[in-house]
């Protein structure tokens, strides 16, 4: 089974409105950590904001906010006010307790249209 | 300060050909992680140095890669061998290391994209 899913292959925004980027996990740990990354097409992995499983509030940096669902294994990435320098592919990623491997999905593309 | 950077950022090559792809990674930074990126797909971990030993190599696909970190700081990806299939970006993250906490964060270096002609 795979550890991180994203189900969105693409998605398009329009500028300033706020966007949900999907991921879903798949762990039996319960001491997790939960990561986004974004990867503009210059090809650098940009970390953005994480999310503990022992943590009680959602996430948030700056525009960014991590809408974590526990029950539900969803970490999904909100983005508010989109601007045209979001468009890149972003990446969900999760590491098990303290293991050493980072499991990465296979990424969502978002296009901001002006 | 320095990030973590890669050397050479680009490295054609052809089949059965040897390759070194170097990683320094950010000053400090114990852990050193290798991950190999195909088209279209995420990051795949291929190995993690804790200091200067290999803590884990379980994502090494054969044995035609092999990776050193001699003093804990700069490591060398090696791929004897190479195939057509072995053509992908090949990333490098560090960070401070291990911790008590799941958070760790990785920050990466710019790739180096190899082609294998």
């Known amino acids: 089974a795979q550890k991180i899913t994203q189900t969105q292959p693409g998605m398009f925004v329009q500028e300033k409105e706020a966007v949900t980027l999907d991921c879903t996990y798949d762990?039996?740990?319960?001491?997790?950590?939960l990561f986004w990354y974004k990867q503009p097409s210059s090809g650098e992995m940009i970390f953005l904001i994480y999310q503990g499983s022992y943590d009680e509030q959602n996430a948030t940096e700056g525009r960014y906010s991590l809408n974590f669902q526990k029950a539900r294994k969803s970490a999904n990435l909100v983005i508010s006010a989109s601007q045209l320098g979001d468009s890149a592919m972003y990446f969900c990623?999760?590491?098990?307790?303290?293991?050493?491997?980072?499991?990465f999905g296979t990424g969502t593309s978002l296009t901001v249209i002006p | 300060g320095a990030g973590v950077s890669q050397t050479p950022s680009n490295k054609v090559t052809e089949k059965g050909k040897y390759v070194e792809l170097r990683c320094d990674p950010i000053s400090g930074h114990t852990a050193l992680y290798w991950y190999r990126q195909s088209l279209g797909q995420g990051p795949e971990f291929l190995i993690y140095?804790?200091?200067?030993?290999?803590?884990?190599d379980s994502g090494l696909p054969n044995d035609r890669f092999f990776a050193v970190r001699p003093e804990g700081s700069v490591s060398t990806l090696k791929i004897q061998r190479t195939e057509r299939g072995d053509s992908a970006v090949y990333l490098c993250?560090?960070?401070?290391?291990?911790?008590?906490?799941?958070?760790?964060?990785?920050?990466f270096g710019p790739g180096t994209r190899l082609t294998v002609l």
């Open positions: 990623a999760m590491r098990e307790g303290l293991g050493n491997q980072f499991y």
């Open positions: 993250a560090s960070s401070l290391g291990t911790s008590g906490s799941s958070y760790n964060e990785q920050f």
């Open positions: 762990t039996s740990d319960q001491s997790y950590g």
């Open positions: 140095f804790q200091g200067t030993g290999a803590a884990d």
